[in-house]
């Protein structure tokens, strides 16, 4: 069974970082690109970051780019989100998923969620 499993939100004031992990387990993760999405209360999901299976290729949404970085470790399966510079605009819940490298169109299963919220 698949299941990925996000941790690492948090409330956090405007300018602070998180770090969010994701653990998979129940599939072959290194054969996997992998991505972060997220979903602003009240609005759609919303594709944030995509990683390659192995090479390390990553994309990012202008949103975020330059501010967010993801990663990938094969030999825990884990992957991360590291969110420096933190906007108000990013107040959402942070999802992990398969697939997605470049956009939501591409993308599986996701995980439960973890929140983030950044506010004064």
């Known amino acids: 069974e698949v299941q990925l499993v996000e941790s690492g939100g948090a409330l956090v004031q405007p300018g602070g970082s998180l770090r969010l992990s994701c653990k998979a387990s129940?599939?072959?993760?290194?054969?996997?690109?992998m991505s972060w999405v997220r979903q602003a209360p009240g609005k759609g999901l919303e594709w944030v970051s995509g990683i390659s299976a192995t090479e390390g290729i990553t994309h990012y949404a202008d949103a975020v780019q330059g501010r967010f970085t993801i990663s990938k470790d094969n030999a825990e399966n884990t992957l991360s989100l590291q969110l420096n510079d933190l906007r108000t605009e990013d107040t959402a819940m942070y999802y992990c998923a398969q697939g997605g490298f470049e956009s939501i169109s591409t993308m599986g299963r996701r995980g439960q969620g973890t929140q983030v919220t950044v506010s004064s």
């Open positions: 129940g599939f072959n993760f290194p054969m996997y690109a």
